[in-house]
T-cell receptor
Framework: EAEVAQSPRYKITEKSQAVAFWCDPISGHATLYWYRQILGQGPELLVQFQDESVVDDSQLPKDRFSAERLKGVDSTLKIQPAELGDSAMYLC?????????????FGSGTRLTVV | GEDVEQSLFLSVREGDSSVINCTYTDSSSTYLYWYKQEPGAGLQLLTYIFSNMDMKQDQRLTVLLNKKDKHLSLRIADTQTGDSAIYFCAEKANRDDKIIFGKGTRLHILP
């Protein structure tokens, strides 16, 4: 069964350092999403890509977060500098061009701890 | 605005039925979903329902939708220890491709 791959699985970083997460969606999925899930909360959308273009980044803290999907396939989410409040699970998901019927397929996530 | 509300905890005895409830605010929602998240894992799509349906059954899972009250429920029959997880209700509006999640209901199974 096709999966969304994410790495690293876990990341511990010091406050003010830079950190990056990588996501490889299911082959052929045009739409890619980055979600942040704070402990005890539901996932919140950070950024949505359609192919290589950003469709929605209204909830992305752009002073410190950046995301790219240069060739419309895999994607990188970066935080610089990291803050204590960024500790969370970062989930990547992908879907065919129209998510509707299928919902999203999520990766296993990257758990970030900022110390 | 868009908002999805669900209770945070539910305890059920093994073998009983679990019913997880959810309310949403966006009347234009076209698809509603239930996702399951096991500890340390990503979210797994359990089932979905179209907004023009009242009920959907899939093996042990029954989804009921009351569109008038914007109320969605997930019933798990014969609850097993493997059903212990967090269950997220989610909605997708017709106008965009964004899925909005609730905070999740933690299902605890009692022996």
């Amino acid at each position: 069964e096709a999966e969304v791959a994410q790495s690293p699985r876990y990341k511990i970083t010091e406050k003010s350092q830079a950190v990056a997460f990588w996501c490889d969606p299911i082959s052929g999925h045009a739409t890619l999403y980055w979600y942040r899930q704070i402990l005890g909360q539901g996932p919140e959308l950070l950024v949505q890509f359609q192919d290589e273009s950003v469709v929605d980044d209204s909830q992305l803290p752009k002073d410190r977060f950046s995301a790219e999907r240069l060739k419309g396939v895999d994607s990188t989410l970066k935080i610089q500098p990291a803050e204590l409040g960024d500790s969370a699970m970062y989930l990547c998901a992908s879907s065919p061009r129209l998510a509707g019927l299928y919902g999203y397929t999520f990766g296993s996530g990257t758990r970030l701890t900022v110390v | 605005g868009e908002d999805v509300e669900q209770s945070l905890f539910l305890s059920v005895r093994e073998g009983d039925s679990s019913v997880i409830n959810c309310t949403y605010t966006d009347s234009s929602s076209t698809y509603l979903y239930w996702y399951k998240q096991e500890p340390g894992a990503g979210l797994q799509l359990l089932t979905y329902i179209f907004s023009n349906m009242d009920m959907k059954q899939d093996q042990r899972l029954t989804v009921l939708l009351n569109k008038k009250d914007k109320h969605l429920s997930l019933r798990i029959a014969d609850t097993q220890t493997g059903d212990s997880a967090i269950y997220f209700c989610a909605e997708k509006a017709n106008r965009d491709d964004k899925i909005i999640f609730g905070k999740g209901t933690r299902l605890h199974i009692l022996p």
